[in-house]
Every structure is written in structure tokens, then in C-alpha cells.
């Protein structure tokens, strides 16, 4: 590749990133450390009934007894969990009725995010709940939600006014036993989404939250719980950007997502948070428990993800297919340049008769950055006719990062049809050529292969999704071929 | 630990006694060796189902057993015994081990000739010192694994093959491991295989038994290919069902190598192979083959690694199993791709049959790369028969039990129908018929 080609590479990896900057807003915060106290006082703060007390103390007691986990293909420093704010709230927060009653200083952030909070974002079709800093601000298009039953709430709103709808499925999926980071979550989360879809609903629009870190040193532990009854169906959006930091915060959200006979749940995520600069500084620490629960028959849970932020990202977005005929799905793109580190993929949990998994994982790395695929497909003994297909392709950019797969297969079945493949493969030369000579710059290039290569992929996303995707990647990435 | 404390001492004790039978050769280097061998093994702890390498294979049962060493046993076996595993008596080169022991009498044509020595590792300590100190311990280090330790620290026997430059070796070498016993023993074979460049050999080794106890192998070989050497190493595991089998092969390959290996398991109840090769220098090739066929209890897990360590190196491998009853099996593959190690060409596949519903299976067939202009595969499969192929089969006039039968031993049977030497590829083709003949 000659220089002025390299030059240009080059400066497009330098990108900086473009979305850190900080709002400056009244916070009011806990302070910091964790203990009891601090728990009482995030549950009184959101003002919770005695039981969801109860639980947080469980979980906290808990998590006492739990180490660190230290499995995970990546490094970094502990978290100290002594160091950390658990609870902030923008501090003016009297019920608003409007959007005009919404700090203006916060619509501009949502405006640089482009959340489509005003009215012209209305035609997207896009209902929003923007969670800033824990508490959610504002909600938009609840009443035409409402009337068709579904709830589509902050989390913390939920607890107060669907008390026997969360008592029943909070923890139902990822218990606060389940691991580390959902121990401290359960403990410690002050919000996050809520969405219940009553039996034989169609949600008629994508649901989407914000979730954004701003307060310097607040550790985000959101908790997501969808439910969706018979025969609902809900697509449901999550994309993160965060301010640039310098210190590592911590994400360490959990998501829950439950699927009674014949419903349907489409997750579908972007994360491109900060992921520290070029040396490695800074970052997002993003630590996620999702798992979702297919305990109808015929039910279908499809995860998608599009990582291309955080420095360390750690998550397995999981399906137990409990019901008969029920269908798990993961899709994922995962992008990791400079010193970032990933160690992502799925677990598919096979239990029920004639259940099917997908999964099409798609890694690349750049910089020397490390980006793991690990995965389980795991076949129980009584699960007849179970189906599952995996794919999970890496691609290395430049010669200094790694692509790692550690897939598990546990079959226990013999009507079990299980399938496993991996590729690991570059950018040819050959490919490259071929398109400069056909009059496109080497930039555009990579970008497009790049697409190509993940199409499998960003076709599984809404629309406005799949936009946002390609341009992700292309600020994430494309720049580090050389 | 207290409960693996007992077998600890026991086998110190037969360390003691092994020390006793030495004579002058105490002071040799090579027992400073079984020594520092004895003390990490009594540093290091036995791995249980928490250690991720051992994740799907408890052997807390091969640990609660009482083993002593090999040499202690009392029973013998004669040539009527053990000639029925003869493939080719004629033509190849045998050498037996009876419980551990050398049996001069079984064996044949083993002696040395110009630039191939082939004998007992007990005489090639003695004749050829320099060699075996050269060798032993390069590639199989004792630090990182207990049961490596432990049979280093038993080296006394095994078989030696020195193929010098220039040379082939056109006779195949069989090697059996022959255990005749009831009582719990452990034989700790130690096989050095060294083939100088642009040498080639075949060397097959087999493990068979005589009687159904609960002994135990714990083999360790340490093979290496000079510049241009080939070696087909064909590995034919079918120990008693009673027995466990710990093997442990560590290949390491110079320039444009050629390693080629075949790994066969029928018997045994709890087996463990690792296979780990790596390539120190470009050019080179290896092909990893292997089949297990369990049923009963049987667990039998293989673990390789492949390290492609420099550049231009290619490696293919393939494992297949069918497994019934309620055995399990594991299948762990890892292939590093290290940072230089650019136009690598690897290839891994996976593929189990089950064929009943107790069976289980485990794999994980495992990726690590650092290089980028590379072409690495890997792909695991678990499932039933083709539909389509059995009902062709039917349409031909086949019945159920016949086409099932011919299509699982054609699956099997893919692994081994490219042997070279043809007495073992028709050996090892009616072993597998039936043990199918016998399982389905």
C-alpha cells in the first residue's frame, strides 16, 4: 500500500470520538462507596415499596460472598467497588407534562445524540424513554401505548405502579445468584426500562432508549425487563454513546427478557461507548448480563448487537429455549480497534422439543486490539429435534491484533443437529485492488467490504438502526487497514 | 487434597523402590530428572472439573485408585498370549512391552542398523546416553501438568526410534504396550521419536490388554521431526474397559516438516489424549486424525493444540466420533496462530454421531490469532445420519439395520481409510465394522 494511502489511514483511525462531550448539569449524588446504607438510600430516593428493599439487600449480601470473575479473554484493572457513585439524578425533576418543561441544556444533548425526542422525530415512529443518568426524563407517546395495554415505563415507575408484574418476573431470568455482575446489579440499579406487552399484542412501534453515562465517576447498572405475553410482539431498540472520561467507568447492566406462548421479542442493540483513547486511557468498562427466556411454546427471541465501543466489552446476550418450538437468534457485529478488548457472544440453551438457534457472529479486529467470540450451545437431554446453526467469522486488520473463538457445544441429545463453523480471514489485497481499479478510494473500500462482510447482520436491524450501523463502523474502523 | 494424599504416597513409595532397583544408575542425570519430576509431582494438584483443561473430565476416579508402579506386578505373559495382536509379524519390526516390561523374546527385528536405531529405552540409556539426555524432557515439560510429572518421574521403559539424515525406514515399527494384570498398576511408557532431516518412518503404536483391571497407562511421547522428516504415527488405543489411559504427545517440527498422525480410541474407560504439535520453523505440515468409538461408560476425551508458531505452515485436522450408551466424549482443539506466523493454512473439523440418547457430547474446537494473512477454519458438527442417504440406501434394497450400519461405518471410517500401510488401514477397518457390528 504506498504512503499517501497510509497517511490517509491512517488520519481516519485517529478519528477522535466524536460524541464526548459533557452536559453540564446539577447532579445530586450519593456519595461514594457501597455498603447498606447506601442501598437503603438509593431504594428510599426512588421512594420503592419494602420488598424491593428486601431484594437489593439479598443481592447485596450476596455479591459479598461472590469473587470476581477473571475467566474472560481480556485485562484490565479491577474496578474498586469503593470508588464509585451508585446513585445521581439530575436534580431538577418535578413531573413534566411537556417537553418544553425539559431542561433545555438536556434537549440539546439529545439533539447532538439525535434522539428523536421533538415533534418532527415523531414521524420515526420512535417511542422514546431517555434515560439520563439513571433517571428517566422524559417518555414520550405513552398515551397511544397505553391504550393499547402495553406498559412502556422507567423501571423505577414500574416497581411503584406494576408492583405484581415486576415482583414476578424481576430476577425471574437472571437471578441475583447468577453471577457477579448481576449481584451488584440487583443491589444496586437505579433504572432502566421497563415494557410489558399484554397477550395478543403487536407493538405498532419500535421502543427505544437512550441509556448515556454523564456524571463523572457514576457507574451505570441499568436494569431492562420486557415481557411479552401470548402472541405480543415487541422490537425493541437500545444504543448507548457516552462522553469521553478519562477514569474507567463501569456499566454493568442486566437485562431480562421473557416470552410467553407464541410471542416475539426483537433486541436490538448499538453500543458505541467511549472506548478510551489510543493508548489504551480511559474507557468503558461494559459488563452485561442479558439473557432472555423463551418459556412459551413457539416463542422466538432474536438478539442483535452492533459493538463498536467500550474498551472492555463483556457480554453473552443468551436465550433458554424452554418452550417447545421455540426460536433463539443472535446476531452481532463486534468491532474492536486500538487497545479495546471484546469478549462477547451467546449462550443458546436448548430445553424444550423442536427448539432452533441461530447464531452469526461477525469479529473484527484492528489495532491491537483482542475481540473473542465464545459461545455455548448447550443440548439438554430430553431436547428432541433440537436445531442450531452457528457461524462466527473473524476478520484481522493489520498484524498486531487477535481474533479469538472459543465456542462450547454440550450435546446430550442424539436428534440433536448441531453445526459450528469458523473462518478467520483479512481484507484481500486482491479485493481491494479490484475496487481502487474500478475508480473507488481505498477508504471506501474497506468500507465496503466491511458492509458486506456484516450484512448478514445489519439486515437483522430496524432500519434507522442499520444506518446508524454502516456509519459506525465506518468512523470505527475502516481507517485501520495498512 | 487430603483424599489424593494416599495415592501421593503410595507412589512415592514406589518411587523408593524403583530408586532401590538402580544400582550405579542412581547417580545419573537422568535420575536428577525423575527426581525434580517427583518433586513437582508432589507440588502440583491434581486438576478437577473446575480447571477449564479438565472443565468436561473429572478423574477424581482414576485418582482414588490405589496405583502402584508397573514394575512391582506380578503377572507375565507369554508369546501365545500376546501374539494375537499381531498385524504383520513378517514384516515389521516389533517391540513389547509387557506390564511395562521389555520382552525380548515377543519382540522382533529390533536391532540397530545403519542410521536407524530402534530398541527398548532401557538400552538406549544404556547405549546411547547422549542421545536420550539430548532428547528427554525438550519437548514434554513437567512443570505445567501432574500427570506428566508423575510418569517422568517413573521413566524406566519405552521405546526409542533414532532415525539418522538420509534415511528411510521402510519396515513400520509396531510398538505394543501389553498389560496383564488384575491388580491396580500404572504404566508409565515414555516414547522418544526422533527422525533427523529428511528421514522418514512409520511408526504404529499399539495399547492392548489381557485382563479387565482397573490398571492404569500414562504414556509420554516426545517426538521430533528434523528439516524435511516425515513421520506417520499411527496410535491404536484399545485398552480394557476397565482401564484408564492418560497420553500425553508432544511433536515438535523443523523446516518443511511433514507430521502425520492418526489417533484411534476403543478402549478404555476414562481416556485422555493430548495432542499438542508445534511448528518451530516454516514450511511444515502436519494432519491430525482421529476417531473414537465409545459406548458402555466410556468417556474419552482429546485434547490437541497445534501452534503455529512460524509462518508458511499448514496444518489439516480431523476428529470424528460415534458415540452410544451412555459414553461421553470431548473433543478440544486449539489452533494459535502466533504474530508472525503469516500465510498460515489451518483447518480443523469436528464431527460426532450420537446414537443414543444418553450419549453426550462436549467440543470446542478453539481459535487464537494474531496474524492477519491467514486462513484459519474451524467447524464442529454433532447430529444423526443424512435422511436422504438412508433412504437412498432403502430405496436400494438395504434394510434399516444394514444402511444405518454401512453409513456410520462409512462416517468412521473416513478417518482412517488413508493409512498408507495397508495391513493396518484392513486391521483397522474390521475393528471398527465391529465394534459398530457389536454397538448398534
Known amino acids: 500500500m504506498s504512503t499517501t494511502e497510509t497517511n490517509e489511514i491512517e488520519k481516519l483511525a485517529n478519528q477522535e470520538y466524536k460524541y464526548g462531550f459533557v452536559t453540564d448539569i446539577e447532579t445530586d449524588s450519593a456519595p461514594k462507596g457501597l455498603n447498606e446504607d447506601i442501598i437503603a438510600l438509593i431504594s428510599k430516593k426512588k421512594n420503592e415499596p419494602e420488598w424491593m428493599l428486601e431484594y437489593r439487600l439479598k443481592a447485596y449480601r450476596h455479591w459479598l460472598k461472590m469473587e470476581e470473575p477473571e475467566w474472560p479473554n481480556v485485562t484490565y484493572v479491577k474496578p474498586d467497588f469503593q470508588d464509585i457513585i451508585y446513585y445521581s439524578a439530575p436534580k431538577q425533576r418535578p413531573k413534566l407534562n411537556s417537553l418544553d418543561e425539559v431542561d433545555p441544556e438536556l434537549i440539546k444533548t439529545f439533539e447532538k445524540l439525535g434522539i428523536p425526542l421533538d415533534e418532527q422525530k415523531v414521524f420515526a415512529g420512535v417511542a422514546v424513554d431517555a434515560v439520563f443518568d439513571s433517571v428517566s426524563v422524559a417518555t414520550t407517546y405513552k398515551a397511544k401505548l397505553k391504550e393499547m395495554g402495553i406498559i412502556f415505563c422507567p423501571m423505577s415507575e414500574a416497581i411503584q405502579e406494576h408492583p405484581e408484574l415486576v415482583k414476578k418476573y424481576l430476577g425471574s431470568v437472571v437471578p441475583y445468584t447468577d453471577n457477579f455482575y448481576a449481584a451488584l446489579n440487583s443491589a444496586v440499579f437505579t433504572d432502566g426500562s421497563f415494557a410489558f406487552i399484554p397477550k395478543g399484542v403487536r407493538c405498532p412501534m419500535e421502543l427505544s432508549t437512550y441509556f448515556r453515562i454523564n456524571a463523572s465517576n457514576t457507574g451505570q447498572f441499568e436494569r431492562t425487563l420486557i415481557v411479552a405475553e401470548d402472541s405480543a410482539y415487541v422490537s425493541y431498540l437500545e444504543g448507548c454513546t457516552a462522553p469521553m472520561r478519562d477514569e474507567n467507568q463501569l456499566h454493568a447492566a442486566v437485562v431480562e427478557l421473557v416470552t410467553l406462548d407464541n410471542a416475539e421479542i426483537k433486541y436490538s442493540t448499538i453500543q458505541n461507548w467511549y472506548a478510551g483513547d489510543k493508548t489504551g486511557k480511559g474507557g468503558i468498562y461494559n459488563f452485561v448480563t442479558k439473557r432472555g427466556l423463551c418459556k412459551g411454546v413457539n416463542s422466538k427471541i432474536s438478539w442483535t448487537q452492533v459493538e463498536t465501543g467500550s474498551a472492555i466489552t463483556w457480554k453473552y446476550p443468551s436465550c433458554v429455549l424452554q418452550g417447545d418450538n421455540s426460536i433463539g437468534e443472535f446476531y452481532s457485529v463486534a468491532v474492536t480497534n486500538n487497545m479495546q478488548q471484546a469478549d462477547t457472544g451467546t449462550k443458546m440453551i436448548h430445553i424444550g422439543h423442536n427448539t432452533r438457534s441461530t447464531i452469526v457472529s461477525k469479529g473484527i479486529s484492528a489495532g491491537v486490539s483482542n475481540n473473542t467470540y465464545r459461545g455455548l450451545v448447550r443440548v439438554g437431554k430430553k431436547a428432541n429435534n433440537a436445531r442450531n446453526y452457528s457461524q462466527c467469522d473473524s476478520l484481522l486488520i493489520g498484524d498486531k491484533c487477535g481474533a479469538h473463538t472459543f465456542p462450547y457445544l454440550e450435546v446430550n441429545n442424539p436428534t440433536a443437529i448441531i453445526e459450528h463453523e469458523a473462518t478467520t480471514s483479512k481484507i484481500g489485497e486482491d479485493q481491494i485492488f479490484y475496487l481502487n481499479q474500478r475508480g473507488l478510494s481505498t477508504e471506501d473500500a474497506v468500507n465496503m467490504i466491511v458492509n458486506g462482510y456484516c450484512k448478514e447482520v445489519f439486515r437483522e436491524l430496524p432500519m434507522e438502526f442499520a444506518v446508524e450501523a454502516q456509519k459506525l463502523l465506518s468512523v470505527s474502523l475502516e481507517g485501520s487497514v495498512g | ?440
Request: glycine share 6%; net charge negative; with cysteine.
Open chain 2, 1 to 440: 487434597m487430603d483424599k489424593n494424599k494416599d495415592i501421593k504416597e503410595l507412589l512415592n513409595r514406589g518411587f523408593t523402590s524403583l530408586e532401590s532397583r538402580l544400582n550405579g544408575g542412581a547417580k545419573t542425570e537422568l535420575h536428577e530428572y525423575r527426581k525434580k519430576a517427583l518433586n513437582k509431582f508432589n507440588e502440583l494438584r491434581f486438576p478437577t472439573v473446575k480447571d477449564e483443561e479438565w472443565k468436561y473430565t473429572n478423574i477424581q476416579p482414576v485418582i482414588s485408585k490405589y496405583f502402584k508402579p508397573a514394575a512391582d506386578a506380578t503377572a507375565t505373559a507369554g508369546a501365545g498370549d500376546v501374539e494375537k495382536f499381531f498385524i504383520n509379524r513378517n514384516d515389521f519390526i516389533h517391540l513389547v512391552f509387557v506390564n511395562g516390561k521389555f520382552s525380548e523374546e515377543l519382540s522382533s527385528g529390533w536391532k540397530d542398523t545403519k542410521g536407524f536405531k530402534v530398541s527398548s529405552l532401557k538400552s538406549a540409556i544404556k547405549n546411547h546416553p547422549d542421545i536420550v539426555s539430548k532428547y528427554i524432557g525438550r519437548n514434554a515439560a513437567i512443570e505445567d501438568n501432574i500427570f506428566t510429572a508423575l510418569s517422568s518421574a517413573f521413566i524406566e521403559e519405552g521405546t526409542f526410534i533414532y532415525v539418522e539424515k538420509n534415511t528411510a525406514v521402510e519396515k513400520p515399527v509396531h510398538i505394543f504396550y501389553v498389560t496383564n494384570s488384575n491388580e491396580e498398576i500404572m504404566n508409565a511408557p515414555r516414547n522418544l521419536f526422533i527422525a533427523g532431516a529428511n528421514s522418514q518412518i512409520k511408526i504404529i503404536e499399539s495399547y492392548e490388554s489381557l485382563s479387565a483391571g482397573a490398571y492404569f497407562t500414562n504414556v509420554v511421547s516426545e517426538i521430533f521431526l528434523e528439516e524435511g522428516a516425515r513421520i506417520e504415527h499411527i496410535k491404536i488405543q484399545d485398552e480394557a474397559l476397565s482401564a484408564f489411559h492418560i497420553s500425553r504427545t508432544e511433536v515438535s517440527q523443523d523446516k518443511s516438516s511433514n507430521y502425520l498422525s492418526y489417533n484411534v480410541d476403543f478402549g478404555g474407560s476414562i481416556v485422555r489424549n493430548n495432542l499438542h504439535t508445534r511448528f518451530n520453523e516454516s514450511g511444515a505440515e502436519n494432519d491430525l486424525r482421529g476417531l473414537y468409538l465409545t459406548s458402555g461408560e466410556q468417556l474419552i476425551d482429546n485434547h490437541t493444540r497445534i501452534d503455529h508458531a512460524m509462518p508458511h505452515c499448514q496444518s489439516h485436522e480431523l476428529y470424528k466420533g460415534v458415540l452410544n450408551d451412555n459414553s461421553r466424549a470431548v473433543f478440544n482443539g486449539k489452533v494459535m496462530v502466533y504474530k508472525d506466523a503469516q500465510k498460515t493454512n489451518a483447518i480443523q473439523e469436528n464431527k460426532n454421531l450420537l446414537l443414543s440418547e444418553n450419549a453426550l457430547v462436549n467440543t470446542k474446537p478453539q481459535l487464537e490469532i494474531f496474524a492477519d494473512d491467514v486462513k484459519c477454519t474451524h467447524g464442529a458438527t454433532v447430529g444423526q445420519l443424512n435422511k436422504d442417504s438412508l433412504f437412498y440406501l432403502k430405496s436400494r434394497g438395504f434394510s434399516q439395520e444394514t444402511a444405518l450400519r454401512v453409513l456410520i461405518f462409512a462416517f468412521a471410517n473416513d478417518v482412517v481409510h488413508a493409512i498408507d500401510i495397508v495391513e493396518i488401514r484392513d486391521y483397522l477397518e474390521k475393528k471398527i465394522a465391529e465394534k459398530l457390528a457389536t454397538e448398534l
